[in-house]
């Protein structure tokens, strides 16, 4: 079936960077997506990957895909206060399959 | 702008009462969804629909109705056999056949059951 699991809450020192893990059952995922969502808003795309890369970066956002172990990462560099929201990891088999959630991991920010 | 509008961003609802949820996008976008989220669980899909006059359950749909009349319109009806509806209603779209399958989200509606 299909699954999309990640921790609930993570909490990182200002200026250090944040690790938010993700594991997905379905290994024919095609599509690998994180979004952000901010208090009492919608969620944004922040960025994805496609299962056929190991990495993407993009300014202080590193993505990391292991698909042997179905896993995927991503890595803040640098965490600001405004990073704080909580970060969905998301998957599906083509571009017109339904997207598959998380549950969504909370970063919290500590001075 | 373009964007997604939900409206109304909070609502409450005696017990036994339907409620309809407005999502409404100028965006041009084939596809829409309803998403339901509830504290410390993922999205989960209520209904969507990929053209006018047509939409699919999705994997929470008992208790609920919608329509999609307009392109631009998607709204939700929460009827009084959703059994637990207290949650956050967040709408969303999509180009059909883009290359990413990206979803653009509304603010989301607040409904409270009193």
């Known amino acids: 079936g299909e699954d999309v699991e990640q921790s609930l809450f993570l909490s990182v020192r200002e200026g250090d960077s944040s690790v938010i893990n993700c594991t997905y059952t379905d290994s024919s995922s095609t599509y690998l997506y994180w979004y952000k969502q901010e208090p009492g808003a919608g969620l944004q795309l922040l960025t994805y990957i496609f299962s056929n890369m190991d990495m993407k970066q993009d300014q202080r956002l590193t993505v990391l895909l292991n698909k042997k172990d179905k896993h995927l990462s991503l890595r803040i560099a640098d965490t600001q206060t405004g990073d704080s929201a909580i970060y969905f990891c998301?998957?599906?088999?083509?571009?017109?399959?339904?997207?598959?959630f998380g549950s969504g991991t909370r970063l919290s920010i500590r001075p | 702008d373009g964007g997604i509008t939900q409206s109304p961003k909070y609502l409450f609802r005696k017990e036994g009462q339907n409620v309809t949820l407005s999502c409404e996008q100028n965006?041009?976008?084939?596809?829409m969804y309803w998403y339901r989220q509830d504290p410390g669980q993922g999205l989960r899909l209520i209904y969507y629909s990929q053209i006018v006059n047509d939409f699919q359950k999705g994997d929470i749909a008992e208790g609920y109705s919608v329509s999609r009349e307009k392109k631009e319109s998607f709204p939700l009806t929460v009827t009084s056999a959703q059994k637990n509806p207290t949650a956050f209603y967040l709408c969303?779209?999509?180009?059909?056949?883009?290359?990413?399958?990206?979803?653009?989200f509304g603010e989301g509606s607040r409904l409270t059951v009193l």
């Open positions: 969303a779209s999509s180009v059909a056949g883009t290359v990413t399958g990206e979803l653009f």
């Open positions: 965006l041009n976008h084939d596809a």
């Open positions: 998301a998957e599906s088999k083509s571009s017109a399959s339904k997207i598959i």
